[in-house]
């Protein structure tokens, strides 16, 4: 069974950056594709970014193109979200999710393709 586990998340200010981190247990980073995917109030939940095993195809919502950025380090077993300029619109539980064939070929980021996923990590953008 694959843990998942998210972390970083806080309250910051409009404008403000935060960066996420998602971790794997009990198997190697290097066979999954990453997701990261939120969840705001009163909202459904939207995915927000990928990443494939090698890092060449990342996929990003529209919402978040040019603000956001996914990056991933297999030898340290860690993806990050990088979030800059927050709007109160980013405001939500962001949630991790792997799989090994996720990510790869259509350019949304579907929840239904990832098996595994985290707890979710809490993000306020609110002044």
């Known amino acids: 069974q694959l843990l998942v586990e998210e972390s970083g998340g806080s309250l910051v200010q409009p404008g403000g950056s935060l960066r996420l981190s998602c971790s794997v247990r009990g198997d190697s980073l290097y066979s999954f594709s990453i997701g990261w995917f939120r969840q705001g109030p009163g909202k459904e939940r939207e995915g927000v970014s990928c990443i494939n095993v090698s890092g060449s195809r990342r996929n990003y919502a529209d919402s978040v193109v040019g603000r956001f950025a996914i990056s991933r380090d297999n030898a340290q077993n860690t993806v990050w979200l990088q979030m800059d300029n927050l709007k109160p619109d980013d405001t939500g539980i962001y949630y991790c999710?792997?799989?090994?064939?996720?990510?790869?070929?259509?350019?949304?980021?579907?929840?239904?393709?990832?098996?595994?996923w985290g707890q979710g990590t809490q993000v306020t953008v609110s002044s």
């Open positions: 999710a792997a799989d090994r064939a996720a990510c790869v070929i259509r350019d949304d980021i579907r929840a239904i393709e990832y098996k595994f």
